[in-house]
């Protein structure tokens, strides 16, 4: 089902469907979006969108995650804290229709809005897109 790529250069690994394995450097240049919540499981955004994403592991400071539960739905929110480290996934390289899909799951811009974090993959630190409260 997943094929596990290691990224020598940024001391990573790369999780993508065997059709659809990023090129080496795709951590360096493709576009990603950081995800910290239900958007980590493959098999919901299998559900969501259809097929899955390549991913990789990564984790951004500053805040800490909160469940709560609202209207008896589960959920999860980002908390600004100083020390704080939030483990999740970045999304490598989605594309149109799937970032349509992804903004449609996360409500865009009525609930959350689109923002860009300091991502750690690896060894490797760069700019990747983030959902949070609008």
């Not at 923002?115 to 760069?126: C, K, N």
Request: aromatic letters at 10%; glycine letters at 12%.
């Amino acid at each position: 089902m997943f094929e596990h790529v290691w990224e020598e250069r940024t001391c990573s690994w790369i999780v993508a469907p065997p059709d659809r394995i990023p090129a080496s450097g795709d951590l360096e240049s493709a576009e990603l979006i950081f995800v910290w919540g239900f958007l980590m499981d493959p098999r919901f955004i299998k559900k969501l969108l259809g097929g899955v994403i390549p991913f990789a592991p990564a984790f951004i400071r500053g805040y800490r995650r909160e469940t709560f539960v609202e209207g008896g739905e589960r959920g999860f929110r980002l908390i600004p804290e100083e020390n704080g480290v939030v483990s999740g996934v970045v999304l490598i390289g989605p594309t149109a229709q799937e970032k349509d899909g992804l903004d449609r799951f996360e409500g865009v811009p009525e609930v959350m809005v689109k923002r860009t974090v300091e991502a750690h993959i690896g060894d490797l630190t760069r700019g990747a897109g983030i959902y949070m409260k609008a």
